[in-house]
């Protein structure tokens, strides 16, 4: 839908006090069955992982990383995940992801 994936759309989730731990069992369960931590959206051109580091979300990162995300794919304005995280002072995440 609207060029999201199953995951893309875990991702992205930032509702309640308990979100980051929500989306981090939604992820793991995605990822569980197959589900690739390197789709992008073909308009925007984000990935999972551009969600996660916009929303500072180190876990679920992480996890992400772990199982085969790349973290060096620019968006469609030249930005990589690094680069949100660092607009939004996400240290650990910025850390993660050098």
Same mark, same amino acid.
């Given at each position: ?46 990935? *999972?992982?551009?969600?996660? @580091? ?7 990162? &992480?996890? $992400? =990383? ?14 990589? *995940?690094?680069?949100?995280? @660092? ?7 910025? &850390?993660? $992801? =050098?």
């Amino acid at each position: 839908m609207f060029g999201y994936t199953p995951l893309s759309f875990a991702c992205m989730q930032n509702q309640g006090h308990n979100s980051k731990e929500f989306r981090f069992r939604c992820i793991k369960a995605l990822v569980k069955y197959k589900a690739s931590p390197n789709s992008f959206n073909n308009r925007t051109l984000w990935s *999972p992982i551009h969600w996660l @580091a916009y929303y500072g979300d180190l876990k679920s990162l &992480k996890f $992400l =990383i772990e199982n085969g995300a790349v973290t060096v794919i620019p968006d469609f304005e030249g930005n990589l *995940p690094m680069d949100l995280a @660092a607009k939004f002072n996400y240290v650990e995440v910025v &850390k993660e $992801l =050098i």
